[in-house]
Nanobody, 118 residues
Framework: QVQLVESGGGSVQEGGSLRLSCAASSRINDDSAMYWYRQTPGNQRELVAR???????NYADFVKGRFSISRDDPKNMVYLQMNNLKPEDTAVYYC????????????WGQGTQVTVSS
């Protein structure tokens, strides 16, 4: 099973930017979908962004126009560019990967903390 490791989290002031990275331990298949989720204490994990195997992207309403998901297959990397960050974006962010020809997250990273202060 592929291992995923997130990085790039940290503390930033409101309005700032961060780029999260997700490194996969092996090749990301073309027919796998990639995701970024986030979770705050006491709440369920929620979908932030999805990048389908066909290149289509989907974003949660609360990040549309501010976040962007992308992938670099030769490097086995997935990114989440986060701009105009708000305090309510504070959460642990997780990347996930589906099985081939699936659109259900299967493999998960350990998460990276993002803290946005006002």
């Amino acid at each position: 099973q592929v291992q995923l490791v997130e990085s790039g989290g940290g503390s930033v002031q409101e309005g700032g930017s961060l780029r999260l990275s997700c490194a996969a331990s092996s090749r990301i298949n073309d027919d796998s979908a990639m995701y970024w989720y986030r979770q705050t204490p006491g709440n369920q994990r929620e979908l932030v962004a999805r990048l389908g195997s066909n290149g289509n992207t989907n974003y949660a309403d609360f990040v549309k126009g501010r976040f962007s998901i992308s992938r670099d297959d030769p490097k086995n990397m997935v990114y989440l560019q986060m701009n105009n960050l708000k305090p309510e974006d504070t959460a642990v962010y997780y990347c996930a990967l589906s099985r081939r020809r699936s659109d259900i997250p299967h493999s998960w990273g350990q998460g990276t903390q993002v803290t946005v202060s006002s």
